[in-house]
């Protein structure tokens, strides 16, 4: 019915110590749009495990974390962002109360100007494994 999709591509995985994020959005879209955020909502699938929201201006002259509440322990840098045409984040495990080897979910949203335009996923969460890669 007219939707116009903003995220292109999301790409998620984890090192067993951190939760990395890539979020490609429409170049389109970046050209035009003005006061476009990002805001990421991680969940722990633990008991008691308290949500963290992260919410990522999508503006290179600013300093890209506009604001993080995180659920778990503090921990040193526990949120790196960097945006250049794509949206990078690196988030601590730790910093989330999140044990490695242990599981979240994850949904992603831009918005602009206050209001939702995308999320990935559309319903419901992306069920992610925070188990150290095997080596090859």
Not at 16 to 29: C, E, K, Q, V, W
Not at 49 to 64: M, N, T, V
């Amino acid at each position: 019915h007219g939707k116009k999709f903003v995220i292109r591509q999301l790409y998620y995985g984890s090192d067993g110590a951190n939760l990395f994020l890539r979020l490609d959005i429409d170049a389109a879209i970046l050209s035009q749009a003005r006061e476009l955020e990002a805001r990421v909502n991680i969940q722990p699938r633990r008991e008691g495990g308290a949500p963290s929201h992260l919410r990522i201006r999508l503006d290179e002259s600013a300093a890209p974390v506009a604001e993080a509440h995180l659920g778990g322990a503090a921990v040193p840098a526990p949120v790196e962002a960097v945006f250049h045409n794509v949206l990078e984040v690196r988030v601590a495990l730790a910093a989330l109360g999140v044990e490695p080897g242990g599981a979240l979910g994850l949904d992603v949203s831009v918005w602009q100007s206050g209001l939702p335009v995308d999320a990935a996923p559309q319903e419901g969460w992306l069920e992610v494994s925070t188990a150290e890669p095997a080596a090859i």
